[in-house]
Each structure stands twice: as C-alpha cells, then as structure tokens.
C-alpha cells in the first residue's frame, strides 16, 4: 500500500461472512469432548483458518479508487481507480440481508466481470454509496 494514499475506509469482511467456519469449529471441538480429543484440535485449526482468512482480507475506499489486499504468507493486491468503475452491484441472500452484510461487485471498463469483489461486509448499500459519491467527485 502506497504511504501517500489518502484512505477514506479501511475494514475486513465481517465474521458473519466467515460464521460456517466458526460455527463448523465449535461444533467440531465440541465433539471431541465426547467421541475423540482429535477432533477438538481440529476444530480449534477450523476456527482458526476462519478467523486467519477473514483478517488477511483488507478493502479500502481511497481517494483515488478502490483496492482489495489479502495478505498471508504472499500478498496479492487489485486496484481500480473511480474514473475506471463502470458500475456497482450489491449483493445479498436472504441470511445476509438479516445480518446486515453482503457483497458489493465492482464492474470496470475494459473488462465483462467484476473487477474487485468486497465479499461479507457489513452495510455493503453504505459502502456502495461512499464510492458512487467518490465517482462524482472524479
């Protein structure tokens, strides 16, 4: 990440997009107690892999565009500046749309699929709007 960039908002995916994971993990180590102590190790790694990934996955809103960087043991970083975004989507099941999160796709020029996907965020129509307010400024 460039050290001059102005970072208008920075999160991670929210841990209802990772809930599987977590609820996966107890369950598992749960079970262990009864039938295997392997199994409680397991589910603590299940956990833990949810939470690692979930933490690794960086989005920001920039003054210049949007970027996404996941970081864990190699970097990998998309970015897309506003004058290139064709268009938004917003994205949300039926669990999603209780909990509050969901999916916001970014369309750029030049290409016929979302650019820069921001996957489990919380109020994913809030951070739709911070970018098309972004674009008119552009």
Not at 57 to 64: A, G, H, K, P, Y
């Given at each position: 990440m460039d050290t001059n960039e102005i970072v208008v908002k920075k999160?991670?995916?929210h841990p209802f997009y990772?809930?599987?994971f977590y609820l996966g993990g107890i369950f598992l180590a749960g079970l262990g107690f009864f039938l295997h102590p392997v199994l409680i190790i397991a589910?603590?790694?299940i956990?833990?892999?949810g939470e690692i990934t979930r933490r690794a996955?960086?989005?920001?809103?920039?003054?210049?565009g949007v970027a996404r960087e996941y970081r864990f043991l190699s970097t990998s970083r998309k970015f897309t500046e506003f004058n290139s975004i064709q268009n938004t989507e917003v994205r949300?099941?039926?669990l999603e749309n209780i909990l509050g999160i969901g999916n916001v796709h970014i369309d750029t020029s030049g290409s016929d699929k979302a650019e820069i996907n921001f996957h489990g965020i919380k109020n994913p129509y809030e951070i739709e709007h911070i970018i098309?307010?972004?674009m008119k400024t552009i």
């Open positions: 999160f991670h995916p990772f809930l599987s589910g603590i790694l956990f833990a892999v996955e960086t989005l920001f809103i920039l003054e210049s949300q099941s039926f098309r307010e972004k």
